[in-house]
C-alpha cells in the first residue's frame, strides 16, 4: 500500500538542504518556506518502512538540525 508524509524541517540554510533532498529517491517535492519549518518534503513509499527509510535519508542529510513528519491519508 502506498503511504506518504509530510515532513517538516528544521535548518539553518533551507536552499541547500531542499536541493539534497531533492535527490532522495522516495520524495515527491521539497520546498523551502518563509517561516518555520524552514522547509517541507512530501515523500512515499510501499508501505510505513518504506516510508521511514526515506525520512531517515532526510535526517542524515548536512545542516539538517530536525524533522517533525505526519503521515497522510487519502479521504474521499
Known amino acids: 500500500m502506498q503511504v506518504w ?3 517538516f524541517i528544521t535548518t539553518r540554510q533551507p ?3 531542499v536541493q539534497a533532498i ?7 517535492k521539497a520546498d ?3 517561516g518555520a519549518p524552514d522547509a ?5 513509499g510501499e508501505g510505513i518502512a ?3 527509510a526515506v525520512i ?8 539538517v538540525l530536525g524533522t517533525d513528519s505526519k ?4 479521504i474521499e
Open 5 to 7: 508524509a509530510y515532513v
Open 15 to 17: 536552499r541547500k538542504v
Open 22 to 28: 531533492r535527490k532522495i529517491p522516495g520524495v515527491v
Open 32 to 34: 523551502a518556506l518563509f
Open 40 to 44: 517541507i518534503a512530501i515523500v512515499e
Open 50 to 52: 518504506a516510508m521511514d
Open 56 to 63: 531517515d535519508r532526510i535526517v542524515e542529510v548536512p545542516k
Open 71 to 74: 503521515v497522510a491519508r487519502w
